[in-house]
């Protein structure tokens, strides 16, 4: 254990066993970065995630980059200059913070991403396996053209999960001859408008459209909103992350007719978790943790009112369908 662990380990003791006369409790100073926190999945995480530090007693401080990687990084290299105990990055490419990271481990400060990607360096990212989720969402998309027709993939292929979700979508879809790709890369930040601008304009000039797969459900709603305003009633979305957002959106009907949801406030809630373990000494078993998906479908879209129970779900088409 290095020695700034050490330290923190013992404050720790003190602070619930007592100790020497004059020795006081020091709380753990969290020092959070974002490059978009207000993305709906990755706020969602971050709150989740600072909400549980500060139960525990931390002290956190939360650096929002606005679509700003360098501030992000720069933020992040300031909480460990000025002491911080360990780093939580949500959903910033880890592929970007290579300084920090670096930076972090010559200082001793455990560094621990949710969503940004394996680096080497890092306690671990917690996430889930977005190649695969890629692969379903595409597969469910596959089905329901019955393996032809126009497909918008709508993506942003900078962050790491991103990226890997595409793939995952490529793989399927590059297998079936009869469907036609129009790829898009969508502008970060600025991403809600500027994937309602392109799919209008896509509609307007491309009258085959047949399905879009949205990388992530912040889009999948303008993208729906585009196609709603085209009168345009058999084009579909299909997507990923599971924002309430969405998941309404398929219970009422309309474009959406799917996402594969994720857990993300115990993706944040785990962050935690790992790093209260690593400074105590103990490292997860594996760099990467993934936490089960469910596919949310109109078959299977929860109540009004209620969550996506993760702990009883489906994440396959046919396990909703009727005996």
């Known amino acids: 254990m290095n020695e700034k662990l050490i330290a923190t380990s013992f404050a720790t003791l003190v602070g619930l ?5 004059g020795a006081q409790e020091t709380a753990v100073k969290l020092g959070v970065v974002s490059v978009n926190y207000n993305s709906p999945t990755i706020q969602i995480q971050t709150d989740a995630a600072i909400a549980k530090a500060e139960e525990m007693g931390w ?3 939360l650096f929002d980059g606005r679509g700003d990687q360098v501030a992000t990084n720069n933020s992040a290299i300031g909480f460990i200059d000025r002491g911080f105990d360990a780093i939580l990055n949500t959903a910033s490419a ?6 920090v990271i670096a930076h972090a481990n010559e200082n001793n400060v455990p560094f621990v991403s949710t ?3 394996l680096v080497p360096g890092i306690i671990a990212d917690i996430g889930s396996n977005n190649t695969v989720d890629g692969a379903i969402a595409a597969t469910e998309l596959v ?3 019955s393996g032809q027709g126009t497909v918008v993939v709508l993506n942003w292929n900078v962050l790491p999960a991103l990226v890997e979700r ?20 969508v ?29 992530w459900d912040e889009i999948a709603i303008p993208a729906a909103r585009a196609i709603s305003q085209s009168g345009n009633e058999d084009i579909f979305v299909v997507s990923m992350n599971g924002d309430p957002e969405t998941v309404d959106a398929i219970r009422t009907g309309g474009p959406i007719e799917l996402t594969v949801a994720y857990d993300v406030p115990r993706m944040g809630t785990t962050a935690i978790d790992v790093i209260a373990d690593a400074l105590n000494g103990t490292m997860p078993s594996t760099a990467l943790l993934t936490l089960k998906p ?3 479908t109109q078959e299977s879209v929860p109540a009004a009112g209620e969550s996506v129970n993760f702990a009883d779900c489906q994440l396959f088409s046919g396990e909703t369908a009727p005996e």
């Open 17 to 21: 066993f007592g100790g020497t006369a």
């Open 59 to 61: 002290e956190v401080e």
């Open 94 to 99: 880890n592929t970007q913070m290579s300084a």
């Open 115 to 117: 969503f940004s990607g």
């Open 143 to 145: 089905g329901r053209l």
């Open 166 to 185: 595409q793939k995952g979508v490529e793989a399927v879809l590059n297998e079936y001859p009869g469907i036609e790709q129009i790829k898009i890369e």
């Open 187 to 215: 502008k970060v930040p600025g991403q809600v408008d500027d994937t309602y601008n392109q799919m209008t304009n896509i509609l307007l000039s491309n009258p085959d459209i047949d399905a879009v797969v949205a990388g």
């Open 294 to 296: 469910c596919l949310v």
